[in-house]
């Protein structure tokens, strides 16, 4: 099983244009093969715009 921590969470979104909204992000994630917890956390961030990787890390990793 793959981890969720942030190293995964910058290889999972990596090449993601800022700001991005939830659907990118995980279209983002599932074209650079992130494992299915990793796509699971991030398609159930709040559907707002995310203006960077920090962004997007403080929502999946405190619960934001």
Request: no cysteine.
């Given at each position: 099983m793959a981890e969720t921590n942030p190293i995964a969470l910058q290889k999972a979104l990596?090449?993601?244009p800022y700001p991005s909204d939830r659907d990118k992000l995980v279209?983002?994630?599932?074209?650079?093969?992130?494992?299915r917890d990793m796509v699971d956390k991030i398609s159930h961030l709040d559907?707002?715009?995310y203006d960077s990787p920090a962004d997007v890390q403080?929502?999946?990793f405190r619960g934001e």
């Open positions: 990596k090449g993601a279209e983002v994630a599932k074209k650079n093969k992130a494992g559907a707002k715009t403080k929502a999946v």
